[in-house]
């Protein structure tokens, strides 16, 4: 871990300490801790959620996660990712899904999203599973989501950067044609960067063949929850 993170880490422990208390801080749930700590300590967490998120510390991804609103209003919205991150879960077993400060990381691999060899085309089998989520992304009209697409290794950067373009602007319109606002999405193609597996073995891989969602509050949510937090 780097010296930065620690420090930045213990920063946010001795904050939290300070308002709440260690066995007060053990006996709180993300959110609560998130509004206690967030007040003052939002800046620090965010960078730190940004440097380290995911095994491949996908800085693309934890830049966009890594913001925080923080105080009552970020506790709000973390409410909110709460129960959407159980929906999805509920909806798609197979995904990972993991909350990352007031955003939600999702993660699609193989057995989730495949598509036609070295083609950008959705198998009908990741259109059934995306469909599967269209209903929870539904529910909650009021947050923005970066779509980014991977490969692994195998061929050019170059060749995977494109590929990797066109897959997340597959899933993108295939979201899009079912109804979801095309405001709502961002994509991204990051080729073979950012691996969470090796790519030395056909089961590592797998794993770096995959799409990545970061969902997000939006502005929208972002009033709302503060005229909450105002109340």
């Not at 709460?82 to 077993?93: G, H, M, S, V």
């Not at 259109?127 to 692994?152: E, H, M, R, S």
């Not at 373009?165 to 109804?179: F, T």
């Not at 030395?200 to 509050?217: H, K, L, W, Y």
Request: positive net charge; aromatic residues 4%; contains cysteine.
């Amino acid at each position: 871990m780097k010296k930065s993170t620690i420090i930045a880490l213990v920063s946010i422990l001795t904050l939290g300490n300070i308002f709440t208390g260690c066995e007060a801080v053990k006996n709180t749930n993300n959110t609560q801790r998130g509004a206690a700590i967030g007040a003052v300590g939002g800046a620090i967490l965010g960078g730190v959620l940004g440097n380290n998120i995911g095994k491949g510390g996908n800085g693309a991804l934890g830049a966009v996660l890594g913001g925080v609103v923080g105080g009552v209003a970020g506790g709000v919205i973390g409410n909110k990712m709460d129960k959407q991150a159980r929906q999805i879960e509920t909806a798609l077993p197979g995904a990972q899904v993991e909350r990352v400060g007031e955003g939600i990381k999702l993660v699609l691999g193989e057995n989730a999203v495949r598509f036609d060899t070295n083609k950008s085309t959705l198998t009908a089998g990741a259109k059934a599973n995306l469909d599967k989520l269209i209903p929870v992304f539904n529910q909650y009209p009021d947050t923005n989501i970066q779509i980014y697409g991977y490969t692994d290794s195998t061929g050019s950067a170059e060749y995977n950067l494109n590929l990797s373009n066109q897959r997340a602007a597959s899933v993108k319109a295939y979201l899009v044609g079912k109804g979801l606002a095309s405001s709502r999405f961002n994509t991204t193609g990051l080729g073979i960067a950012d691996p969470i597996a090796t790519n030395d073995t056909p089961e590592g891989r797998s794993q770096n063949r995959r799409v990545e969602f970061a969902i997000t509050a939006n502005e929208k949510m972002v009033q709302d929850a503060q005229k909450e937090a105002g109340k």
